[in-house]
């Protein structure tokens, strides 16, 4: 019984984490440069710390093959450790949920054999 909870337990917050992670980004408006010279800017809210990010596209017209590839940066001068020490958390507790989920699985497979 004990390790039923444990399993249901740990399941249940690694499905919280995965949907808080989907839910951590809010996308606003695209602007394209006109310049002509394929940028693109995305504005984004982190919507656990608060922040406003954007991240600036580039691709370059002259080497079709390579892939647009983006920049984050923080406007108006604030810090990026809020959002690099929250995804490292939620990284770890992630990891130890599904760890502990799996180890109760596998150790109620055990017992029962």
């Not at 399993?7 to 602007?31: C, D, H, Q």
């Not at 093959?65 to 406007?75: K, R, T, W």
């Amino acid at each position: 019984m004990k390790s039923t909870i444990f399993i249901a337990l740990n399941i249940t917050v690694f499905i919280a984490l995965v949907f808080a992670w989907s839910e951590r980004w809010t996308y606003g408006p695209k602007i394209t440069s006109s310049e002509g010279d394929g940028k693109i800017a995305v504005y984004k809210k982190d919507n656990w710390t608060g922040q406003i990010w954007i991240t600036q596209y580039t691709s370059s017209s002259e080497d079709f093959l390579q892939p647009a590839y983006g920049v984050d940066e923080v406007p108006f001068g604030e810090k990026e450790w809020p959002r690099v020490t929250l995804t490292i958390m939620w990284s770890v507790l992630t990891l130890l949920s599904l760890f502990f989920s799996i180890y109760g699985i596998l150790s109620r497979i055990k017992k029962e054999n």
